[in-house]
């Protein structure tokens, strides 16, 4: 088994999530997760025989970003500013891969899931609206879905 270093998605891309005020952070991780279903999509395509469940892995990272967009609002100006940010975070995400095989990549990515449940969890620890607060657990639940698909993925490939 390869010896991977699992990076800390959150410190990684601090820089970028940094540039953005507190209660707009949770619509750019919107923006991040759309990228995220770009890269599974990607997958798809190079691992063919695996491509319905990482397209539904594709398709949880849009509901994701579905959820936030619907109850944390942004205007015109704060969208913009984080559109330009995105390149940047979204090369330094894809960057992480680089290199590296499509199993790899998929075991870096079961933990970029687990990661992300626990980034929404934490974003829900400072919500008091209710239904806000259903969508942040939902998000966090299908963060988990993804991550446990690509641990059994891998595992089911001997990686």
Known sequence: MTELEYPNFGALLAPFIG??????RPRFLAL??????????????????????????AAR??????????????DDPALEHMRALLPGARDTYYGVFHGLSPWDQLRIQADAERQGANAWRSIAAG??????????????????ESAAYLERLVAAAGG
């Open 61 to 74: 990272e849009d509901e994701i970003a579905d959820r936030v967009e619907r109850v944390f609002a942004a």
């Open 19 to 24: 540039q953005v005020p507190e209660e707009r």
């Open 127 to 144: 919500v008091t609206d209710g239904a806000v607060l259903a969508e942040l657990r939902a998000c966090s639940a299908l963060e988990e």
């Open 32 to 57: 991040l997760e759309r990228g995220a279903a770009e890269r599974y999509r990607r997958w798809a395509e190079d691992l063919p025989d695996h491509a319905e469940g990482l397209l539904a892995c």
